[in-house]
């Protein structure tokens, strides 16, 4: 079983689950930012073995793969959300159609619960 740490009153496994590889193929114009092709089915199946095995801790962020990797997540811990943390950045938004990075954040965002 995978240890256990204290991030302030959230217990977290020890080790994570970085999940921007997840994400597919994105771009800034024409230069590739994102890991390549990706197959959906598998990331599940990773991100459902690690939640197996006592890792509970998925690190994303709103970029990665313009988005997909937040769907591939929510899609993997559907009927398991009450035993994840999810740890996650912003500052840049993208084009989910496009898969183009738009640029940073330039207006305030407004952050919903979970």
Not at 14 to 33: K, N, Q, R, S
Not at 85 to 104: H, I, M, Y
Request: hydrophobic share 40%.
């Amino acid at each position: 079983m995978i240890e256990s740490r204290k991030l302030g009153d959230i217990e977290v496994s020890a080790l994570g689950m970085g999940c921007w590889a997840i994400g597919g193929p994105f771009w800034e114009g024409d230069t590739p930012l994102g890991w390549g092709e990706v197959d959906d089915r598998e990331s599940i199946r990773a991100i459902h073995e690690g939640l197996d095995n006592g890792i509970n801790l998925i690190d994303t962020a709103n970029i990665y793969g313009a988005g997909h990797s937040e769907y591939v997540i929510g899609k993997a811990i559907a009927g398991r959300r009450d035993k994840v943390v999810l740890s996650s950045k912003f500052g840049f938004d993208a084009n989910e159609e496009t898969k183009q990075v738009l640029g940073a954040f330039h207006q305030p965002v407004r952050l919903e619960p979970c």
